[in-house]
């Protein structure tokens, strides 16, 4: 079953003010040595 814009919009919808909006920042560290473009969720914040 695919998700459709509308779908995402209703989840947005239904969590409103239920949930904390964190940063994601990227990882120099994990980056570097990788590869590849590391973002970490920083839900410790």
Do not use: F
Not at 13 to 22: C, F, I, N
């Amino acid at each position: 079953m695919p998700v459709t814009i509308d779908d995402i919009r209703s989840a947005a919808e239904a969590l409103e003010g239920k949930v904390s909006r964190t940063p994601g920042l990227r990882s120099a560290v994990l980056s570097e040595p990788t590869g590849a473009d590391i973002h970490l969720k920083l839900e410790n914040l």
